[in-house]
């Protein structure tokens, strides 16, 4: 699996005594989990940085599957890499359907003949029915045939779509930018569109992420005891600063730090188990 995943702090500020409520305040990168700088408004308050281990995930993971069946000609792509909207990954044989689509299209130009042919017999047959030179089961029998190659015009038109759908399916390109995976099959096997086979790798999109991180019960249980004690003052509408830490200690984006917070923890909405936001 070449999906990048990443093991990260989710830091939230909390001020750790009664009489300050945190508004504005930027977290600084410390020691996840411990207490941190002094509240210059408050000597005697701190502000708390409790942290969990989160993980990064795709926002959107999109399987690439054989829409057709027939055997695998070329791997355009290196796996693993980032690849780009509409990049081509794989290439499956086109010589059999270029020969079907030649076939259809042979097969478009034959009815049109004879939807040719059954037109003008018509135009010929209607004016002598009209003058009694001809019966009207002649007449009949003319505008059975024209409907009859007028229907066959389209189902051959049809068949030629249907043909150039299925050799532009043998091109498999990806439908959105992101990381790909392995290959699961090799150059020189057969595709089956209809069995397991068809499965040839996926695509994770890296924007946006998401971040997932859990808060455990006993967690949550002792935030609010200690809330409801006044031990620590959460912020006004929980509108809590969250920090992504990465494994070196570094805050993750700092410039977009505003939208990640606002849109992992929404004002007057409680933390979750399993709350998600993107970056």
Request: aromatic fraction near 8%.
């Given at each position: 699996m070449y999906t990048r995943v990443l093991a990260v702090f989710l830091v939230f500020c909390h001020h750790l005594h009664p009489g300050w409520l945190l508004q504005g305040r930027v977290c600084s990168a410390a020691a996840?989990?411990?207490?941190?700088?002094?509240?210059?408004?408050?000597?005697?308050?701190?502000?708390?940085?409790?942290?969990?281990?989160?993980q990064t995930e795709s926002s959107r993971m999109v399987d690439i599957v054989g829409r057709v069946s027939g055997f695998l000609d070329r791997i355009a792509y290196q796996?693993?890499?980032?690849?780009?909207?509409?990049q081509l990954l794989f290439q499956l044989d086109p010589k059999p359907f270029k020969a079907q689509l030649d076939a259809a299209r042979?097969?478009?130009?034959?009815?049109?003949?004879?939807?040719?042919?059954?037109?003008?017999?018509?135009?010929?047959?209607?004016?002598?029915?009209?003058?009694n030179a001809l019966s009207q089961a002649d007449l009949d029998r003319a505008q059975g045939e024209y409907d009859?190659?007028?229907?066959?015009?389209?189902?051959?038109?049809?068949?030629?779509k249907e043909s150039e759908l299925n050799l532009g399916y043998t091109t498999i390109r990806s439908p959105v930018t992101g990381l790909a995976s392995r290959a699961l099959q090799r150059e020189g096997a057969f595709v089956n569109a209809m069995t397991e086979t068809a499965k040839l790798t996926y695509v994770a999109a890296t924007d946006p992420i998401w971040v997932t991180f859990s808060v455990s019960q006993n967690q949550l249980a002792r935030m609010r005891e200690e809330n409801q004690k006044g031990l620590v003052i959460q912020p006004e509408n929980l509108d809590y600063e969250v920090v992504l830490v990465l494994p070196n200690g570094e805050p993750f984006c700092?410039?977009?730090?505003?939208?990640?917070?606002?849109?992992?923890?929404?004002?007057?909405h409680r933390l979750v188990h399993g709350a998600r936001g993107a970056s």
């Open positions: 996840p989990g411990t207490r941190g700088d002094r509240d210059d408004r408050d000597p005697a308050g701190y502000f708390l940085y409790p942290s969990f281990v989160a796996e693993g890499e980032l690849v780009k909207e509409g042979g097969e478009l130009q034959a009815q049109q003949a004879r939807f040719k042919t059954a037109d003008s017999n018509l135009k010929r047959v209607k004016p002598l029915t009209e003058q009859a190659a007028k229907a066959a015009v389209f189902a051959a038109s049809a068949k030629v700092r410039e977009r730090q505003d939208q990640f917070c606002r849109s992992i923890v929404q004002p007057g």
